[in-house]
């Protein structure tokens, strides 16, 4: 028989997640070398191919014959040729009463994957929330876009609703990337005016996606033109993935959803912990070069009774200054979900959790639950369509 260990192995290994199936040829997620070579292969000059990185990621042409710099003989090149833009599409949406939205985004081969809007930031990942501005007032947008990287999670957090869905396949760079802007359409918002940031903590665990998240980034960076400052990727402490993430010259900043204060806890809500373990993660953690003023966050899901009490607010704050390192910690008292045998944390032990960090010198948040009622909040996202 299995042990624990080697069945979250199993659950990892990428054979065992569904191949890619994009559609035939999708231009939105190349990046500017493969925009060459494709003008290079089409025998046109080589500035079509920066006119088409243009209109794919700042103008967010819709379909080819939006494309009116490119000659209509090398539209229909590039149809006959089986490409189209492929910008994923809003299937359902859902709106929260407080402003935030759902949305099932649909991918290619006929499967849904969630992304969030929520205005007015998050309240977590540029700290307090209080310079959020008033949208309505000034025309400007301040919002922060959760993302997902896979289809499902092969992570099985015992908290999250994502989980249950088991993992069904990894997203591409297009298709992650493309969730940014198709929202970004949405709403209407322009870089450089608008206030976004980004959070990749939908579906999915982005260092099991490693190649294809980072991918998105870049282009992210250097194409949609959205500051990796504004950016941040949430990871339930995949060891390798944070060593690679530390190597990387452009990246996000780094949270860590750490959810508990010992591994004996950890390993029940996150069977993750047997592989990796919490002394792993935090010397994975502590290489991180951090750039002037940035910290660390770790991500901590309050759970009634199991994780909440007095006495694990005093072993997270042995382990973080353990670790020495700038960090903060963002407070989620766990949004409740179907089937899910456990318990909302009273807001009393949230409050005294939070004042024994603060206390003991660690910044700590608490975030406002976002779309709870719609399925939006944090680990809920699974693709539900009855709310
Ligand atoms: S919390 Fe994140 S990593 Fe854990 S199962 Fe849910 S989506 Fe996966």
Not at 13 to 33: M, W
Not at 38 to 62: N, S
Not at 103 to 110: P, Q, S
Request: with cysteine; proline share 6%.
């Amino acid at each position: 028989m299995a042990s624990g260990r080697e069945k979250v192995i199993s659950i990892l290994d990428a054979s065992a997640v569904l191949p890619i199936r994009p559609p035939v040829r999708p231009l939105f997620g190349l990046k500017n070398e493969q925009l060459s070579e494709l003008a290079a292969e089409l025998a046109v000059p080589a500035y079509r191919a920066r006119q088409l990185a243009q209109a794919l990621y700042r103008d967010w042409a819709a379909t080819l014959d939006d494309i009116t710099t490119l000659p209509q003989s090398l539209r229909e090149k590039l149809t006959r040729a089986g490409y189209s833009i492929a910008l994923p599409e809003i299937a359902e949406t859902f709106k929260s009463i407080d402003g935030t939205e759902r949305y099932l985004i649909a991918t290619a081969d006929g499967q849904t994957v969630e992304t969030v809007w929520m205005p007015e930031g998050d309240d977590g990942e540029e700290g307090d929330g209080s310079d959020a501005g008033d949208e309505e007032a000034s025309g400007h947008h301040d919002a922060t876009i959760c993302v997902s990287s896979q289809i499902g999670c092969a992570v099985n957090c015992q908290f999250c609703l994502t989980a249950k869905l088991g993992i069904i396949r990894n997203l591409t760079a297009g298709e992650i990337a493309g969730q940014v802007v198709t929202v970004l359409k949405r709403h209407n918002a322009r870089i450089g005016r608008d206030r976004i940031n980004l959070v990749f903590m939908g579906m999915g665990e982005p260092f099991l996606n490693y190649d294809a998240f980072m991918d998105a980034v870049r282009l992210l960076v250097d194409e949609v033109c959205i500051a990796e400052s504004r950016m941040t990727v949430s990871t339930s402490g995949i060891v390798p993935g944070i060593e690679r993430f530390a190597a990387e010259p452009v990246r996000p900043k780094l949270a860590i959803s750490l959810n508990a204060s010992n591994d004996k806890v950890r390993e029940e809500i996150m069977p993750i912990t047997r592989k990796w373990d919490i002394g792993d993660l935090m010397d994975a953690v502590r290489k991180l070069p951090l750039r002037p003023r940035e910290r660390v966050t770790f991500e901590y899901v309050l759970l009634g009774g199991v994780n909440d009490q007095p006495k694990h607010a005093a072993e997270v704050v042995r382990l973080i200054r353990r670790a020495n390192l700038p960090a903060k910690v963002n407070l989620i008292a766990w949004n409740p979900g179907p089937g899910i045998p456990y318990a909302m944390p009273s807001a009393e032990d949230v409050t005294r959790f939070q004042q024994h960090l603060i206390d003991n010198g660690i910044p700590a948040f608490i975030r406002r639950p976002r779309g709870r009622d719609i399925y939006a909040a944090c680990g809920q996202l699974k693709q539900t369509v009855e709310v």
